[in-house]
Protein backbone atom coordinates (compact mmCIF):
# COMPACT_ATOMS: atom_id res chain seq x y z
CA UNK A 1 0.00 0.00 0.00
CA UNK A 2 1.72 2.95 -1.24
CA UNK A 3 1.61 5.24 2.14
CA UNK A 4 1.29 9.71 0.89
CA UNK A 5 2.84 10.68 3.22
CA UNK A 6 6.21 9.10 2.90
CA UNK A 7 6.59 8.47 -0.99
CA UNK A 8 9.90 7.82 -2.29
CA UNK A 9 9.67 10.13 -5.65
CA UNK A 10 12.62 8.85 -7.11
CA UNK A 11 11.79 5.51 -7.99
CA UNK A 12 8.70 6.82 -9.06
CA UNK A 13 7.56 8.71 -12.42
CA UNK A 14 5.06 11.68 -12.44
CA UNK A 15 2.63 12.44 -15.11
CA UNK A 16 2.81 16.24 -15.88
CA UNK A 17 0.31 17.64 -13.60
CA UNK A 18 0.16 14.38 -10.71
CA UNK A 19 2.30 16.33 -8.23
CA UNK A 20 0.31 18.98 -7.74
CA UNK A 21 -2.65 16.92 -7.46
CA UNK A 22 -1.09 14.88 -5.03
CA UNK A 23 0.31 17.80 -2.85
CA UNK A 24 -2.74 19.15 -2.34
CA UNK A 25 -4.70 15.98 -1.59
CA UNK A 26 -2.11 15.47 1.22
CA UNK A 27 -2.69 18.54 2.48
CA UNK A 28 -6.17 17.90 2.57
CA UNK A 29 -5.83 14.48 4.55
CA UNK A 30 -3.49 15.93 7.12
CA UNK A 31 -5.16 19.22 7.90
CA UNK A 32 -8.73 17.15 8.54
CA UNK A 33 -6.34 14.40 10.22
CA UNK A 34 -5.12 17.28 12.74
CA UNK A 35 -8.82 18.32 13.16
CA UNK A 36 -9.88 14.32 13.85
CA UNK A 37 -6.73 14.04 15.99
CA UNK A 38 -8.39 17.23 18.27
CA UNK A 39 -11.60 15.90 18.00
CA UNK A 40 -10.82 12.47 19.37
CA UNK A 41 -8.15 14.00 21.84
CA UNK A 42 -11.05 13.66 24.98
CA UNK A 43 -12.10 9.97 23.58
CA UNK A 44 -16.03 11.91 22.67
CA UNK A 45 -15.78 12.48 18.99
CA UNK A 46 -19.14 14.26 18.85
CA UNK A 47 -20.99 14.86 15.97
CA UNK A 48 -20.89 18.59 16.40
CA UNK A 49 -17.44 18.12 16.50
CA UNK A 50 -17.70 16.11 13.29
CA UNK A 51 -19.76 18.33 11.56
CA UNK A 52 -17.35 21.39 12.29
CA UNK A 53 -14.95 19.61 11.18
CA UNK A 54 -16.59 19.21 7.56
CA UNK A 55 -17.64 22.60 7.38
CA UNK A 56 -13.83 23.42 8.33
CA UNK A 57 -12.88 21.43 5.29
CA UNK A 58 -15.74 22.53 2.54
CA UNK A 59 -14.63 25.86 3.55
CA UNK A 60 -10.64 25.66 3.57
CA UNK A 61 -10.23 23.64 0.67
CA UNK A 62 -13.76 24.48 -1.57
CA UNK A 63 -15.01 21.04 -1.54
CA UNK A 64 -18.26 19.31 -1.75
CA UNK A 65 -20.29 16.86 0.20
CA UNK A 66 -19.21 14.18 -1.10
CA UNK A 67 -15.49 15.17 -1.63
CA UNK A 68 -15.53 16.01 2.28
CA UNK A 69 -17.05 12.70 3.16
CA UNK A 70 -14.09 10.93 1.42
CA UNK A 71 -11.62 13.08 2.96
CA UNK A 72 -13.06 12.11 6.56
CA UNK A 73 -13.11 8.63 5.54
CA UNK A 74 -9.68 8.57 4.58
CA UNK A 75 -8.58 10.59 6.99
CA UNK A 76 -10.02 8.79 9.92
CA UNK A 77 -8.04 5.78 8.42
CA UNK A 78 -4.81 7.70 8.15
CA UNK A 79 -5.16 8.95 12.19
CA UNK A 80 -5.67 5.13 13.13
CA UNK A 81 -2.86 4.03 11.23
CA UNK A 82 -0.48 6.95 12.60
CA UNK A 83 2.35 6.29 14.74
CA UNK A 84 2.65 10.04 15.55
CA UNK A 85 0.45 13.65 14.50
CA UNK A 86 4.24 14.63 13.11
CA UNK A 87 3.48 12.95 9.96
CA UNK A 88 0.60 15.31 9.17
CA UNK A 89 2.33 18.66 10.60
CA UNK A 90 5.44 17.98 8.43
CA UNK A 91 3.11 17.94 5.48
CA UNK A 92 1.39 21.32 6.91
CA UNK A 93 5.18 22.93 7.67
CA UNK A 94 5.97 22.05 4.28
CA UNK A 95 2.87 24.05 2.65
CA UNK A 96 1.18 26.45 4.80
CA UNK A 97 2.52 30.07 5.24
CA UNK A 98 3.16 30.93 9.19
CA UNK A 99 -0.08 32.79 8.56
CA UNK A 100 -2.07 29.66 7.14
CA UNK A 101 -0.85 27.54 10.32
CA UNK A 102 -2.08 30.25 12.40
CA UNK A 103 -5.52 30.30 11.20
CA UNK A 104 -5.29 26.30 11.43
CA UNK A 105 -4.49 26.47 15.44
CA UNK A 106 -7.07 29.75 15.67
CA UNK A 107 -9.40 26.46 13.75
CA UNK A 108 -8.22 23.87 15.80
CA UNK A 109 -9.27 25.81 19.22
CA UNK A 110 -12.68 26.61 17.67
CA UNK A 111 -13.28 22.69 17.40
CA UNK A 112 -12.13 22.35 20.42
CA UNK A 113 -14.92 24.91 21.91
CA UNK A 114 -17.36 23.30 20.33
CA UNK A 115 -18.97 22.09 23.39
CA UNK A 116 -17.25 25.69 24.94
CA UNK A 117 -15.12 23.78 27.71
CA UNK A 118 -11.36 22.88 27.41
CA UNK A 119 -10.55 18.92 28.46
CA UNK A 120 -6.62 18.35 29.79
CA UNK A 121 -6.71 16.26 26.87
CA UNK A 122 -7.94 18.51 23.95
CA UNK A 123 -5.30 21.17 25.71
CA UNK A 124 -2.37 18.66 25.82
CA UNK A 125 -3.33 17.57 22.45
CA UNK A 126 -3.13 21.07 20.71
CA UNK A 127 -0.35 22.26 22.98
CA UNK A 128 1.63 18.94 20.27
CA UNK A 129 0.28 19.81 17.90
CA UNK A 130 0.86 23.73 17.91
CA UNK A 131 4.64 22.71 18.86
CA UNK A 132 5.32 20.29 15.67
CA UNK A 133 3.75 23.22 13.84
CA UNK A 134 6.93 25.54 15.23
CA UNK A 135 4.87 27.42 17.12
CA UNK A 136 5.92 28.74 20.57
CA UNK A 137 3.49 28.20 23.72
CA UNK A 138 2.74 32.25 24.10
CA UNK A 139 1.63 31.48 20.31
CA UNK A 140 -0.49 28.60 20.60
CA UNK A 141 -1.72 30.68 23.35
CA UNK A 142 -2.19 33.67 21.64
CA UNK A 143 -4.41 31.40 19.15
CA UNK A 144 -6.43 30.11 21.86
CA UNK A 145 -7.65 33.72 23.64
CA UNK A 146 -8.13 35.25 20.15
CA UNK A 147 -10.52 32.50 19.77
CA UNK A 148 -12.01 32.49 23.14
CA UNK A 149 -12.56 36.46 22.51
CA UNK A 150 -14.64 35.63 19.27
CA UNK A 151 -16.32 33.20 21.27
CA UNK A 152 -17.66 34.91 23.84
CA UNK A 153 -15.81 32.42 26.50
Not at 20 to 29: A, H, W
Not at 30 to 40: D, P, Q, R, S, V
Not at 125 to 133: A, E
Amino acid sequence: MLNIFNRNDDNEKELPGQFETDDEKKVQIATCALFIEIGKADYDFAIEEREKIIAFMKKCFNLDDNEVLELMKLAEKKVDESVSIYEFSAVINKHFSDKEKFDLMKNLWRLIYVDNSLHMYEDNMIKKIGGTLNFSHKRIIEAKMLVREELGL
